[in-house]
Structures are given as structure tokens and as C-alpha cells.
């Protein structure tokens, strides 16, 4: 008998990219949508600029790096605190890599998570490093995607 929790998410994706002509042809439309979910605020998104996506929205390649990016942190937080290492400052520049078919639309190919993670003076920075890979057993999308996410943690002691 399985004790898994189930947990469910809801959102709403709303198209507001009709120019007057819907999707007449491909340059007829904008990509630009509302992402929205109750209680939070709505993300404006579009597609990639190579797309034909406007640039200063979010597309779904940046939030699917960014989730990557959030989840790791989260985790690594929880580890911190239950391994009694105090964290004061953690940043993560990621980059993720999607590769376009000629037949299959296109898929990432690869993550990569480089967490820099300040810890307190007389913290254990080999351990406060080894909880990066606990940290990335225990992420709920990085389990989730077909490609491989890499981390390239640096941990820095607070003098």
C-alpha cells in the first residue's frame, strides 16, 4: 500500500496576443499570455524572441531553468536549517540548453544549476557542499524532467 501524498497545482493560461485577425497566419498573432494562479501575482508571458516572442516577458524555457533553480534552493535551505549550517546569502545563476529538431519541435538537453551559497563563519563548508547533492535527490522537478541537471555548487564561508 502506498503512503505518497498527492498534491495538486492549478493554473490558468489566457492567450492575449489576438491582433485583430486571430491566427490568420503566423505573423497575424502575438505570443504574449497571462499565467495566473489564485492568490499570486499574474506572470506575463510570451515566447522566445526567436520565436517571434517579446523579450521582457517570461517564456516557458526561462520558467522551466527558473523551477529548476527554485526547487534546488528550496531543498537546500530545508538541509541547511535541519543540518544546523546557517546560510546567509545563496544565488544561482542556471542555464538550461533546448535543442531544436526538424521533426520533434525541440527539447532541453541539459541543466545546469551553479549555486553559490554563503555560510556562516565556522560552518562546515564540506558539508554545507555535499547537501547541494541531497538537495538535488530530493527536487521535485529535477526528478521530473527527461534531461540531465547538473550542479556546480560553490560554497563560501562568511568571514
Same mark, same amino acid.
Given at each position: ?9 492549478? =493554473? ?5 496576443? #489576438? ?5 490568420? #497566419?503566423?505573423? &497575424?498573432y502575438?505570443?504574449?499570455?497571462? +499565467? ?22 517570461? #517564456? ?14 528550496l531543498w ?10 546557517v546560510l546567509l ?11 531544436e ?7 532541453? =538537453?541539459? &541543466?545546469?544549476l551553479?549555486?553559490? &551559497? ?16 541531497? &538537495?538535488?535527490?530530493?527536487?521535485? +522537478?529535477? #526528478? ?6 547538473? +550542479? ?5 564561508v562568511a568571514?
Amino acid at each position: 500500500m502506498s503512503h505518497d501524498k498527492q498534491h495538486r497545482y492549478a =493554473t490558468r493560461t489566457e492567450w492575449s496576443g #489576438n491582433l485583430g485577425e486571430g491566427t490568420a #497566419n503566423y505573423r &497575424a498573432y502575438s505570443r504574449d499570455h497571462v +499565467i495566473s494562479a489564485a492568490g499570486r501575482p499574474d506572470l506575463l508571458g510570451s515566447s522566445d524572441p526567436a520565436f517571434r516572442g517579446d523579450a521582457s516577458r517570461w #517564456n516557458p524555457e526561462d520558467l522551466l531553468v527558473a523551477s529548476l533553480s527554485s526547487c534546488h534552493m528550496l531543498w537546500y535551505l530545508h538541509l541547511c536549517a535541519q543540518a544546523k549550517i546557517v546560510l546567509l546569502a545563496y544565488h544561482d545563476d542556471a542555464a538550461g540548453t533546448m535543442v531544436e529538431g526538424d521533426h520533434d519541435g525541440g527539447r532541453f =538537453t541539459q &541543466a545546469v544549476l551553479r549555486p553559490v &551559497a554563503t555560510i556562516a563563519a565556522g560552518g562546515d563548508a564540506v558539508l554545507a557542499k555535499a547537501l547541494h547533492e541531497e &538537495a538535488h535527490r530530493l527536487c521535485f +522537478i529535477a #526528478n521530473s524532467v527527461n534531461f540531465p541537471v547538473t +550542479i556546480e555548487p560553490t560554497v563560501l564561508v562568511a568571514d
